[in-house]
Each structure stands twice: as C-alpha cells, then as structure tokens.
C-alpha cells in the first residue's frame, strides 16, 4: 500500500496494520533526527516512541507522504528541542569535551548538530524534496511524480534545495560542495531504528480517537516528567516500557496462549500461521494479505540456480483509454516472489507491463497488454556481466550525475519476455566513474549507451567489444547545440508560459521548457534528430542555370524526333534525359543539403494561441528562434456511440500519424461532458491527428482533423459489438 492508503486506512479505520507499516516505514527518519538531537541512543529512542504515541493518540489529518514526513520531522525536532531546553549545561560541557578529543572532528560532525534546524527553516517545498530525497529514500523519479514535474526537473528541485540548505547550514558548510553534502545525507541522515524500539512501536495497540484511560494516562505522566528527569534515560524508558506493557496487555485481543509471549514473537507466529496455504492456493504461491487485490502472483528466479531473487525491483504499469498509465514499484519478498495488484483505477486495466531488475541480472520486460493475464508467474533472469569506466566531456574532464543507460535489443515479435534496460540506469559518480551490472553475457560485438545529464546532449556512444576493455570505458558526453528565442503574440507582445518542445522520433532526445514573463525561452544541449548531412561543394548557380538549358533543350530535341517519326533518335534522346535527369537531381539535393547542416523541430503551444511548429537549423554552438503566435484555433465535437447516445468522459488527445510516420506534434488531452462534448481552445491551423477513447468502446486511432470551425462527430462502437 502506498503512504496515502495507509493513512486514510490508519484515520478512517484505526487499523493497526496500517499504523504498524508507518512505524517500520518512518521509524528510522524518527530516530534518525533525534539522535542528531541528542546525546545517546536511549534518549533518541524515547523521543521516537513519545512522537509515535503522540501521531497514535491523536492522528493528524494529512494526505499524502509529503505531509507525514514533514509532520513526523517537525514534530520531532519539537520534542528533541524541548527535551534539551533544560540540558544546556551538559550539552555544552560534552560539546567542549568533543572539540578536546584529539580524534580530528568529520565533516557530518560539523554539520549534523545543525541539520535539522536549518532543515526546518527552508522553504516548505525545499523542505519537502530533501525529506523524500535523503530521508525518504525516494527516487527522483517518484518525487517528480510527487511534485507534479520530470524526472530531470525534480533533479534540479533537489539539487537547488540542498544548495539552500548548505547556505542554512553556514559555517561548517562552507567547505562543502552540493554533490559532497548529497553525498553525506545519503550515507548518514538516516539510520536504522533500533529493532526492538520498532517491534515494540509496531505491535503497540491503538487507541480509539479521542484516547482510552492507558494511554491519556502515559500521555499525561509524560508531559509532567521535566526534560530534566528525561534526559537520565533510564528511568523513563523503564516508565515506557511499563506503561506500555499495561497498554498492550489491556486492550489485547491475542488468545490467552500468546498472553504471556513477548509482542515480537507473537507478531512472528500471526504472519507464520497467514503463511499456511489455502487449501484451493496454487503451489508455491506467496501469501497475499488481500486476496482480492492480486492480478498476479510473480516469481522471479535466477535462470541457472533455480533460487528466488530476493530484493528484485518489479515496476508494472497498466493502462487506461487514451493511454493514461499508472505504475506501482515494489520488491520480491526473501522468496523472490512479489503481489502484482489490480489497478488503484479499475478503468485503468489495460496490461500490465512488468519490468524486472535484479543486480548483477539481465533485466526484462513482460507484456500483458495484449494477452490473457494468468494469476501466477515465473520470470527467470539470466545472471549478467558487469562494465564500467569513466564519463568525460569533450574536452576530457570527469562528469558526474550522468544517468547511463544500455539500448536494448527491442522487443521481438510475438514474445511476452523481453530484455529491457529502461528501469536500470546507473549514474556517474563525483569523479565520473560508473559501474554497469546489466549487461547480458552474450553481448559479444556491441554495447549501445545512451548517456544523458540537464544541460548536455543526449550521447549515443557505441563500444565495440572486442576492441576495449570492459571494465574501464571512457565515454564521451556531447556538449550539443543551444537555442534561444522569444514567443510573441501579433502585436509582438511577449507571451508568458508557452511550452516549447523538442519534436523527435527518440523519446532521449526530447526535451521542453517554458517561458519566462518576457516570453524569453532557452533549450540547452539539443541533438539534431537528422544527421550531420553531406558537406560536398555543390554546383554554382551558374552550372546549375546551364544544367537547365541543357536539359530544357534535349526535351525539344526529343519532341522534334518523336514527331519525324525518328525512333532510333528518340530512344537515344529519352536515355541522355533520363541519365541528366539523374545528374541534376543530385545536384539540386547536394545544394538543399549544404543549406542546412543539421535542424531540429520545436513544437510552440500556448493557452489562447494557435500551437504551431518550426524548424531550426542548428548553424552554431548557440542558434537564434524567434516565434510569433496567431490567435487560437477551436477544435470541438462530440462522441456518441452507434445509437448516437453521448459517450461522456470519453478521452480525446493528440496522436501519433500512422499513416505518414510522423511523431505527434502537439500534446494536449481532453474529455467529453456529460453530453460527449470535447472542445480545445489552443488548437493549430491545419490537420493534426487525434485519438479517442472510452472505457468499453474500441478506440479510434490517428484519426486526422482540422480546427476548421466543423462540429466533429465521431462515433465509437462498442467492444462487445465490434467484436
């Protein structure tokens, strides 16, 4: 369950199981910033469980992971602080005995006493991203989908963030670089919580809101103990751990055989005894705590032992009309087995897609798009080799932060398993190196990368494998091309917010950006999408008028031929025109070829203006794009089903063009009312592609339209007749 489900299972049904999974979730930020609060471990594990009574007591009202992060960290900076307010003394004579200690103090030392309060005095959404990033342990993936923005975006989010907390920090910072205090919160910032403070927290019963007599009654002793007598450690985790002893025993509802057994091992005989099978279980299968919400029981194994990978990453998504995804990433459990659930959307129930990583493994891709779903099944990953070297730039210097990828074979035709490396980039390190565990073994000739990283181009190195050694590559990273610009409206004022976008068959190479209060954009590192195209002189216009004299000339000559009836000539004639014809085409593209070395295709879309596209040629380092917006178009209709009854929240977005091959230009996603009305007020001149889609309805694809002023009806038929 995500951190969303927990707390709405936690406030709306007070359930215990929710509440456990928090503890063993958050219990190790808890600590973690206690400890760096205080002096010993005893008193860092009081502050844990009086902040955990206090969330148990009375829970807060909040929605998502980004809230109870901050709330479980403000709370408990509140209960260090006044713990210590009365431990002045002591805590200044221990600091005076830390800088006699000959020991030389690290840099985390320096830092770590200050950390949570110039934490606490960032912005709330600076705040927000270090906590998912390094307290969280979030991907930046996961918390670009928390934020709302890229995966690239959310990367920057928290670099400015851990920038603005190296200022807060001040002195002891100072000699700190942004990359080397990631670097320590990564490794220090948390900590594992004590196992038996955890089992205690997690099998603690909870109280009905408002509070029972035990635990008003700890609550309140708590409060009257001053930070003073706190601080002797002792005496109240004896006081705790009665008092919470007497909770568990009194609202327990455990058979009187598992009375006297501690909670830890109680809790181990309840998940033993949901282990048994059920007597209709399928063999081998794990447990599932719902047994409603499994799609698929899936087993991961490695291919040549046979054994259960523990620790696999499994990423699935399904999809939805129109092609919303959502995704879910989870972990196989010791076994190597993982629950693949139902979609939280049960309109989303198209798949799903399952990608599987395992170190040191060959990663793969299983499709169920298109196929039945079975409730059970088994995924062997072949054991890989591992790469590595070094990222540099063109002039040869280390670049760190470089996300690497490996091109995959694609998928083949017909097959449900695939290798596919999309969910396991490595990263370059602070001095550039990087190690690579994914590469299949029978990668005997070539290794595809791609390597990307903000501000640089995307890169497409190709190692050949015989030539080099494996284990110390050195990949170049490309600098690209830059273009800079204004978008304006007719009267040549500046247009605020407008997205401009990189059209492109490889999804690597695309990028945006919007721009700014004087419509001033700028796109850093492009890749053309053509290649750098012939560089040979072409023809003159002097030859090329000639060229034209000669073949306009031959054309009479030919006609005079054919009407003398002279067939030996004519056939003569028709071959010299044919060969010139030939000749000049090569010249003419030869010259279109040197006008541009290289272009790319920005697409501009703005709210109240007509989207448009424009080419770039890439003539320099930096290239100049200036964009002037006509009013808007309006697309509008309606979709109906067969009998011509509306088809409401019916999806409609651009598409791509099947028929031209042509990636889609613009992006936009809207849905039908409740009378199947569709209307988007941005539209462009011209024809653009469309999809439509309804749950129960077979889509319609590519289909191509104009924001002509035309009442659009489109009508989709329903699966079940369809088919």
């Not at 190296?166 to 948390?190: D, F, H, I, K, P």
């Not at 034209?548 to 025109?577: I, T």
């Not at 469309?690 to 319609?700: D, L, N, R, T």
Request: net charge negative; with cysteine.
């Amino acid at each position: 369950m995500s951190e969303t489900e927990l707390l709405r299972a936690f406030w709306n049904e007070r359930s215990e199981e929710a509440y456990a999974e928090l503890v063993r979730r958050y219990a190790g930020l808890v600590f973690s910033v206690a400890r760096r609060r205080v002096p010993t471990a005893a008193l860092a594990e009081d502050i844990t469980q009086i902040v955990f009574i206090r969330f148990a007591q009375k829970p807060p009202k909040l929605q998502n992971q980004v809230q109870l992060a901050a709330w479980l960290h403000r709370t408990t900076l509140h209960v260090a602080l006044d713990t210590l307010r009365s431990e002045t003394r002591r805590r200044a004579r221990e600091q005076q005995a830390i800088l006699m200690d000959p020991a030389p103090n690290t840099l985390w030392d320096d830092i770590s006493p200050k950390l949570d309060e110039a934490l606490n005095e960032l912005k709330d959404e600076d705040r927000q991203a270090l906590l998912l990033r390094f307290f969280g342990r979030k991907s930046m993936r996961d918390i670009g989908a928390v934020f709302g923005v890229s995966e690239d975006a959310a990367k920057m989010r928290v670099s400015r963030a851990v920038d603005r907390l190296r200022t807060q920090l001040g002195v002891g910072a100072a000699g700190c670089t942004v990359a080397m205090l990631s670097t320590l919160l990564l490794e220090y910032s948390v900590e594992a919580a004590p196992g038996p403070l955890v089992s205690r927290l997690t099998t603690m019963r909870l109280p009905a809101l408002g509070g029972v007599t035990g635990m008003r009654g700890l609550l309140a002793l708590l409060r009257r103990i001053s930070p003073l007598e706190l601080a002797a450690g002792g005496a109240v985790l004896l006081l705790i751990g009665i008092g919470a002893g007497h909770l568990l025993r009194s609202g327990s509802t455990r058979p009187p055989e598992l009375a006297s057994e501690s909670p830890t091992l109680a809790t181990d005989k309840r998940l033993e005894e949901g282990r048994q099978p059920r007597p209709d279980a399928i063999p081998n299968r794990p447990p599932v705590n719902d047994p409603k919400t499994a799609k698929i029981i899936f087993h991961v194994l490695d291919a040549e032992t046979g054994r259960g990978l523990a620790g696999t990453k499994v990423h699935y998504a399904f999809f939805g009309p129109g092609g919303a995804g959502e995704s879910h990433d989870i972990l196989t459990d010791p076994n190597g087995d993982a629950t693949i659930a139902e979609p939280d959307d049960p309109t989303k129930n198209a798949g799903p897609n399952v990608f599987v990583t395992a170190e040191a493994h060959v990663p793969k891709v299983v499709g169920f798009i298109y196929g039945a779903v079975p409730p059970d099944y088994t995924i062997r990953l072949d054991p890989a080799t591992t790469v590595g070297g070094k990222v540099v730039d063109e002039q040869g210097l280390s670049v760190s932060g470089v996300e690497i990828l490996v091109q995959g074979p694609g998928n083949k035709p017909g097959q449900i398993e695939n290798i596919d490396f999309q969910t396991c980039p490595v990263t370059s390190r602070e001095d550039g190196s990087w190690t690579c565990s994914y590469i299949p073994i029978d990668y005997t000739n070539e290794i595809r990368f791609i390597l990307k990283k903000p501000g640089y181009a995307v890169t497409f190195p190709i190692v050949q494998v015989a030539q080099v050694n494996l284990t110390n590559l050195v990949l170049t990273l490309n600098s690209g091309f830059t273009i800079t610009g204004q978008v304006t409206d007719a009267l040549r004022q500046p247009i605020n917010n407008a997205e401009i976008r990189i059209v492109s068959r490889d999804s690597h190479k695309r990028q945006s950006t919007r721009t700014d209060e004087q419509g001033h954009f700028t796109l850093v590192g492009l890749q053309p999408d053509t290649p750098p195209r012939s560089t040979a002189a072409p023809l003159t216009a002097e030859e090329l008028r000639r060229l034209g004299e000669l073949y306009n000339n031959l054309q009479a000559e030919l006609a005079r031929a054919k009407a003398n009836s002279d067939q030996p000539r004519a056939v003569a004639l028709e071959q010299s025109l044919k060969e010139l014809k030939a000749h000049s085409d090569e010249a003419f593209s030869r010259a279109e070829e040197t006008q541009s070395v290289a272009l790319v295709e920005m697409s501009v879309q703005a709210k109240g203006f007509a989207a448009q596209t424009a080419k770039v040629d890439l003539l320099s380092a930096t290239n100049v794009a200036d964009v002037t917006m006509p009013p808007a178009n309006i697309f509008h209709g309606h979709v109906m089903d067969e009998a011509g009854n509306p088809i409401p929240d019916a999806v409609v977005r651009t598409d791509f063009d099947f028929k031209n091959q042509q990636e889609k230009r613009f992006e936009w996603t809207g849905h039908t009312d409740a009378t199947g009305w569709f209307e988007w007020d941005s539209a462009p001149i011209g024809e653009v592609c469309y999809w439509f889609e309804a749950s129960g309805y077979k889509p319609i694809r590519g289909q191509p339209l104009s924001a002509d002023g035309t009442d659009h009806t489109i009508t989709l038929n329903h699966i079940s007749r369809a088919q």
